[in-house]
Protein backbone atom coordinates (compact mmCIF):
# COMPACT_ATOMS: atom_id res chain seq x y z
CA UNK A 1 0.00 0.00 0.00
CA UNK A 2 1.24 3.75 -0.86
CA UNK A 3 2.02 5.40 2.59
CA UNK A 4 3.71 8.66 3.65
CA UNK A 5 6.49 8.16 6.38
CA UNK A 6 8.13 10.62 8.83
CA UNK A 7 11.11 10.20 10.88
CA UNK A 8 12.54 10.70 13.28
CA UNK A 9 9.08 10.07 15.07
CA UNK A 10 10.70 12.04 18.04
CA UNK A 11 13.66 14.37 18.59
CA UNK A 12 15.25 16.31 21.56
CA UNK A 13 17.75 19.14 20.37
CA UNK A 14 19.45 22.16 21.69
CA UNK A 15 19.01 25.43 20.72
CA UNK A 16 21.06 26.57 17.60
CA UNK A 17 21.75 22.77 16.45
CA UNK A 18 20.62 21.97 12.62
CA UNK A 19 17.69 19.52 12.72
CA UNK A 20 16.48 17.89 9.61
CA UNK A 21 12.83 16.19 9.01
CA UNK A 22 12.70 13.68 6.69
CA UNK A 23 8.92 12.88 4.66
CA UNK A 24 9.29 9.96 2.63
CA UNK A 25 5.66 9.25 0.20
CA UNK A 26 4.91 6.24 -2.01
CA UNK A 27 1.64 7.72 -3.48
CA UNK A 28 3.26 9.27 -6.54
CA UNK A 29 2.30 12.87 -5.27
CA UNK A 30 3.54 15.91 -7.22
CA UNK A 31 2.39 17.69 -4.23
CA UNK A 32 3.83 17.78 -0.63
CA UNK A 33 3.82 20.09 2.45
CA UNK A 34 5.29 20.70 5.63
CA UNK A 35 2.93 21.92 8.79
CA UNK A 36 3.42 22.38 12.15
CA UNK A 37 0.58 22.29 15.09
CA UNK A 38 0.76 23.93 18.42
CA UNK A 39 -2.00 24.30 21.17
CA UNK A 40 -4.06 27.56 20.00
CA UNK A 41 -3.48 27.20 16.45
CA UNK A 42 -4.58 25.07 13.54
CA UNK A 43 -2.29 23.33 11.06
CA UNK A 44 0.38 26.24 9.71
CA UNK A 45 1.88 25.73 6.43
CA UNK A 46 5.85 25.97 6.62
CA UNK A 47 6.64 24.99 2.86
CA UNK A 48 5.46 23.15 0.15
CA UNK A 49 6.38 22.37 -3.11
CA UNK A 50 3.97 21.43 -6.43
CA UNK A 51 7.03 19.12 -7.92
CA UNK A 52 10.58 18.37 -8.48
CA UNK A 53 12.82 21.31 -7.85
CA UNK A 54 9.95 23.42 -6.72
CA UNK A 55 9.73 24.52 -3.14
CA UNK A 56 7.36 28.01 -1.76
CA UNK A 57 6.98 29.90 1.33
CA UNK A 58 4.20 29.12 3.35
CA UNK A 59 2.62 31.14 6.31
CA UNK A 60 5.83 30.40 9.03
CA UNK A 61 8.51 29.59 6.87
CA UNK A 62 11.35 31.59 8.84
CA UNK A 63 13.89 29.26 10.04
CA UNK A 64 13.18 26.20 7.97
CA UNK A 65 13.99 25.33 4.75
CA UNK A 66 13.35 22.25 2.45
CA UNK A 67 14.45 21.05 -0.98
CA UNK A 68 12.43 18.71 -3.57
CA UNK A 69 15.30 16.71 -5.33
CA UNK A 70 12.93 13.87 -6.50
CA UNK A 71 9.10 13.12 -6.11
CA UNK A 72 9.24 11.06 -3.33
CA UNK A 73 11.32 12.86 -0.47
CA UNK A 74 10.72 16.59 1.36
CA UNK A 75 13.22 17.26 3.79
CA UNK A 76 12.13 19.90 6.31
CA UNK A 77 15.59 21.53 7.90
CA UNK A 78 15.93 23.84 10.88
CA UNK A 79 19.43 25.45 10.16
CA UNK A 80 19.44 27.11 13.74
CA UNK A 81 16.88 25.52 16.27
CA UNK A 82 15.09 27.62 18.69
CA UNK A 83 12.82 26.83 21.48
CA UNK A 84 10.05 28.46 19.49
CA UNK A 85 10.36 25.75 17.11
CA UNK A 86 8.90 23.27 19.36
CA UNK A 87 6.15 21.72 17.86
CA UNK A 88 4.63 18.55 16.21
CA UNK A 89 5.21 18.60 12.09
CA UNK A 90 3.54 17.15 9.72
CA UNK A 91 4.71 16.41 5.91
CA UNK A 92 1.12 15.55 3.87
CA UNK A 93 0.67 15.26 0.18
CA UNK A 94 -2.03 15.48 -2.53
CA UNK A 95 -2.79 14.19 -5.97
CA UNK A 96 -4.21 17.43 -6.44
CA UNK A 97 -3.67 20.87 -5.44
CA UNK A 98 -7.12 21.47 -3.85
CA UNK A 99 -8.33 18.19 -3.35
CA UNK A 100 -7.23 14.97 0.26
CA UNK A 101 -4.18 15.96 2.06
CA UNK A 102 -2.81 12.51 3.16
CA UNK A 103 -1.03 13.14 6.05
CA UNK A 104 2.90 11.15 8.04
CA UNK A 105 2.47 10.43 11.50
CA UNK A 106 4.09 13.47 12.60
CA UNK A 107 7.33 13.99 14.55
CA UNK A 108 7.57 15.91 17.45
CA UNK A 109 9.81 17.99 18.26
CA UNK A 110 11.76 19.47 21.78
CA UNK A 111 14.23 22.63 21.51
CA UNK A 112 15.48 22.78 24.76
CA UNK B 1 -9.09 37.73 11.60
CA UNK B 2 -8.46 34.01 11.66
CA UNK B 3 -9.31 32.31 8.24
CA UNK B 4 -11.00 30.00 9.50
CA UNK B 5 -12.70 30.19 13.51
CA UNK B 6 -14.46 27.05 15.04
CA UNK B 7 -15.29 26.84 18.54
CA UNK B 8 -12.87 24.58 20.48
CA UNK B 9 -15.32 22.84 22.70
CA UNK B 10 -14.85 20.97 24.57
CA UNK B 11 -18.12 18.95 23.41
CA UNK B 12 -18.73 16.01 25.86
CA UNK B 13 -22.59 14.10 24.80
CA UNK B 14 -23.92 10.36 25.59
CA UNK B 15 -23.76 8.36 23.01
CA UNK B 16 -26.77 8.18 20.33
CA UNK B 17 -27.00 12.04 20.95
CA UNK B 18 -26.74 14.11 17.75
CA UNK B 19 -24.11 16.66 18.40
CA UNK B 20 -23.26 19.48 15.69
CA UNK B 21 -20.47 21.62 15.23
CA UNK B 22 -20.12 25.09 12.85
CA UNK B 23 -17.36 26.61 11.36
CA UNK B 24 -16.81 30.23 9.26
CA UNK B 25 -14.17 31.20 7.11
CA UNK B 26 -13.23 35.05 6.40
CA UNK B 27 -12.62 35.24 2.66
CA UNK B 28 -15.33 34.62 0.25
CA UNK B 29 -12.70 33.35 -2.75
CA UNK B 30 -12.43 30.25 -0.73
CA UNK B 31 -13.30 27.34 -3.11
CA UNK B 32 -13.17 24.10 -1.31
CA UNK B 33 -14.36 23.03 2.16
CA UNK B 34 -13.42 19.91 3.97
CA UNK B 35 -14.08 18.27 7.23
CA UNK B 36 -11.09 16.14 8.73
CA UNK B 37 -11.07 14.20 11.99
CA UNK B 38 -7.76 14.22 14.18
CA UNK B 39 -7.42 11.69 17.22
CA UNK B 40 -5.19 12.35 19.80
CA UNK B 41 -1.26 12.51 19.25
CA UNK B 42 -2.23 11.44 15.40
CA UNK B 43 -1.86 12.63 11.84
CA UNK B 44 -5.23 14.41 10.37
CA UNK B 45 -7.68 12.15 8.06
CA UNK B 46 -10.48 13.43 5.77
CA UNK B 47 -13.33 12.75 6.97
CA UNK B 48 -15.61 14.42 4.56
CA UNK B 49 -15.75 16.82 1.53
CA UNK B 50 -18.24 19.54 2.04
CA UNK B 51 -20.15 20.49 -1.23
CA UNK B 52 -22.76 23.34 -1.92
CA UNK B 53 -25.77 21.38 -1.90
CA UNK B 54 -24.63 19.73 1.51
CA UNK B 55 -23.84 15.78 1.23
CA UNK B 56 -24.07 13.25 3.56
CA UNK B 57 -22.14 9.88 4.53
CA UNK B 58 -23.98 7.56 6.61
CA UNK B 59 -24.25 9.25 10.08
CA UNK B 60 -22.19 12.44 9.01
CA UNK B 61 -24.09 15.49 7.43
CA UNK B 62 -21.97 18.33 6.06
CA UNK B 63 -23.64 21.70 4.71
CA UNK B 64 -22.22 24.73 3.18
CA UNK B 65 -23.41 28.07 3.34
CA UNK B 66 -21.96 30.20 1.43
CA UNK B 67 -23.31 33.38 1.62
CA UNK B 68 -22.92 33.38 5.76
CA UNK B 69 -19.35 31.86 4.82
CA UNK B 70 -19.88 29.28 7.12
CA UNK B 71 -19.41 24.99 7.13
CA UNK B 72 -21.27 22.78 9.51
CA UNK B 73 -20.78 19.03 10.01
CA UNK B 74 -23.83 17.32 12.16
CA UNK B 75 -23.18 13.68 13.39
CA UNK B 76 -26.24 11.24 14.78
CA UNK B 77 -26.66 8.65 16.81
CA UNK B 78 -22.85 9.75 18.42
CA UNK B 79 -20.44 6.30 18.83
CA UNK B 80 -17.85 6.42 21.29
CA UNK B 81 -15.34 6.17 18.63
CA UNK B 82 -16.77 9.71 17.20
CA UNK B 83 -14.13 11.02 20.45
CA UNK B 84 -11.82 12.92 18.43
CA UNK B 85 -10.90 15.96 17.49
CA UNK B 86 -12.96 17.62 13.94
CA UNK B 87 -10.98 20.19 12.07
CA UNK B 88 -12.96 22.16 9.38
CA UNK B 89 -10.57 22.92 6.49
CA UNK B 90 -11.06 25.45 3.43
CA UNK B 91 -9.33 25.77 0.19
CA UNK B 92 -8.46 28.82 -1.25
CA UNK B 93 -6.80 29.22 -5.04
CA UNK B 94 -3.77 30.53 -5.83
CA UNK B 95 -2.79 30.13 -1.89
CA UNK B 96 -3.01 27.53 0.39
CA UNK B 97 -5.38 24.91 2.99
CA UNK B 98 -6.12 26.71 6.08
CA UNK B 99 -7.07 25.08 9.11
CA UNK B 100 -8.90 25.55 12.19
CA UNK B 101 -8.05 24.67 15.77
CA UNK B 102 -9.84 22.10 15.98
CA UNK B 103 -13.22 21.20 18.13
CA UNK B 104 -13.18 18.20 20.49
CA UNK B 105 -16.05 15.94 20.70
CA UNK B 106 -16.20 13.33 23.62
CA UNK B 107 -18.79 10.80 23.32
CA UNK B 108 -19.62 9.70 27.19
CA UNK B 109 -20.93 5.78 27.34
Known amino acids: DAEITQSPRHKITETGRQVTLACHQT?????MFWYRQDLGHGLRLIHY???????NKGEVSDGYSVSRSNTEDLPLTLESAASSQTSVYFC???????????FGEGSRLTVL | RKEVEQDPGPFNVPEGATVAFNCTYSNSASQSFFWYRQDCRKEPKLLMSVYSSGNEDGRFTAQLNRASQYISLLIRDSKLSDSATYLC??????????FGTGTSLTVIP
Open chain 1, 27 to 31: WNHNN
Open chain 2, 89 to 98: VVYRPGNQFY
Open chain 1, 49 to 55: SYGVHDT
Open chain 1, 92 to 102: ASSRDRSGELF
